[in-house]
């Protein structure tokens, strides 16, 4: 058993820098009226009209993505003559939340964002970077960290002058890793009007790391 063993533990660290090489459009619409059928056709009335003007550059209707919906009743309180309070209906609230993802096209972005902008359904818009290699970046990591963590253990064995023996334990904690650059625009803050947008910078790398510990014995 481990508890009978010499050992030692170590975390390893693997680390990451990619440059990305996808672009993340998250955009959402909302409506709201008193008839639960009129919210919910307002917000599909919506959906439709982007759909429509993404369309016109080529994107189909599979490739905006529903990311989230929502729907409920919305009170306020409304301040009454004798200064109380009276909690009122104000209607049904529909938001849906979308995405639409593609390679890195700074002339394709230019094209989205000038079409959303010129879009009856006027949704809110935000614009991130990822990466499409998700499973190559964490194996990446995983075996930085699995080599950062060996090469610590025989340093200071050495340093020690005792023997690395057997990996005995290997504890990891599969939390999930963000792949998602922390540069995000909001099409508001882009100054957007109806003439072609144009778009001249680069993301930043995507940064990620995890640790990873191992148990080795000692001899």
């Not at 993301?203 to 080795?216: L, M, Y």
Request: aromatic share 8%; net charge negative.
């Amino acid at each position: 058993m481990i508890a009978d063993k010499h050992t030692i533990q170590v975390k390893g660290i693997g680390r990451v820098s990619r440059t990305p090489d996808t672009i993340i459009i998250w955009m959402h619409v909302e409506s709201c009226d008193t008839d639960y059928k009129r919210a919910v056709d307002s917000a599909a009335q919506q959906l439709n009209l982007i759909r429509a003007n993404l369309g016109t550059i080529g994107f189909t209707k599979e490739d905006l993505k529903t990311t989230g919906f929502d729907i409920h009743a919305r009170y306020d309180n409304i301040r009454q003559g004798d200064n109380t309070y009276k909690e009122v209906f104000i209607g049904y609230e529909v938001r849906h939340d979308l995405s639409l993802s593609f390679p890195k096209d700074m002339t394709k972005l230019d094209e989205v964002i000038s079409v959303l902008s010129m879009c009856l359904a006027d949704p809110d818009v935000r614009i991130g970077f990822a990466l499409s290699d998700i499973d190559g970046a964490k194996k990446e990591i995983l075996e930085k960290a699995t080599k950062d963590a060996l090469e610590k253990a025989n340093i200071l064995c050495n340093a020690a002058n005792v023997k690395l023996g057997q990996l005995l334990s290997i504890d990891y904690s599969w939390d999930e890793i963000s792949f998602e650059a922390h540069d995000k625009f909001r099409m508001s803050d882009l100054s957007i009007g109806c003439e072609k947008a144009s778009f001249d910078f680069e993301p930043a790398d995507i940064k990620a790391s995890d640790t990873v510990e191992f148990t080795w014995e000692i001899k």
